[in-house]
């Protein structure tokens, strides 16, 4: 999967990337009452706009993203100085207020993820096999403290191709609601062209702390 995502950004084959701000997001993120100043995380960011959205918001964003080359492209057509380290074994890039650790999201821990208190998934989700996707959501629940808030948006498809993959409200449940408390926001209108649906949900994490689940 992981070859396969990289080769994507290598080839171009980034189909799934907006040239504008989702929609979704614009219209559901103020509901979620995320305080300004929280930082939000956003998982398999790519070059999202969306991160730079969040920030006009006065959100910090930490977005992680696997491919180098998707980082290098949103710097590069960002504005401001951009700073590098490396820090618990991920490649830091940061600009303005935007980090972006390039690495496995799966190997970030909750060491790294102190001060994040907010999540957003439009693409995250739904670009993960069925196999895959219920080790995601428990990940996602162990970097998000109790209260945290988090929008989601997922997509269903006519077929059983993907990515992006086909995840309905059944298995939106079966994956988030022993951790998170789940409000169904939104479905959009289905695409003719390819069967495509996005839903959107509002999330909110339940406790206990992470640290001890």
């Known amino acids: 999967m992981q070859e396969d995502w990289l080769k994507r950004w290598q080839d171009g084959r980034i189909g799934f990337h907006r040239d504008s701000v989702h929609p979704l997001l614009?219209?559901?993120w103020s509901g979620l009452q995320v305080p300004e100043g929280n930082k939000v995380l956003v998982p398999l960011c790519g070059k999202t706009l969306d991160m730079r959205w969040l920030t006009e918001q006065h959100h910090p964003v930490l977005g992680i993203e696997l491919s180098?080359?998707?980082?290098?492209?949103?710097v590069a057509e960002g504005d401001g100085e951009v700073t590098r380290y490396r820090q618990a074994g991920f490649g830091v890039s940061r600009q303005g207020s935007i980090e972006l650790w390039c690495g496995d999201f799966f190997h970030f821990h909750i060491e790294?993820?102190?001060?994040i208190e907010a999540f957003y998934d439009r693409a995250a989700l739904i670009a993960l096999p069925e196999a895959?996707?219920?080790r995601y959501a428990f990940h996602l629940a162990q970097l998000i403290p109790p209260g945290g808030k988090?929008?989601?948006?997922t997509l269903t498809r006519?077929?059983?191709g993907g990515p992006p993959f086909h995840v309905d409200a059944?298995?939106?449940q079966r994956l988030f609601a022993a951790n998170f408390s789940i409000t169904h926001l939104e479905d959009g209108e289905c695409n003719a062209d390819d069967g495509f649906k996005e839903s959107c949900w509002a999330?909110?994490?339940?406790?206990p702390s992470p640290g001890h689940n």
Do not use: K
């Open 26 to 28: 614009v219209q559901h």
């Open 68 to 74: 180098e080359q998707a980082i290098e492209q949103f």
């Open 112 to 115: 790294q993820a102190a001060e």
């Open 132 to 134: 895959t996707r219920q």
């Open 150 to 153: 988090g929008l989601l948006i």
């Open 158 to 160: 006519r077929d059983a």
């Open 170 to 172: 059944d298995e939106v």
């Open 203 to 207: 999330l909110e994490r339940r406790g």
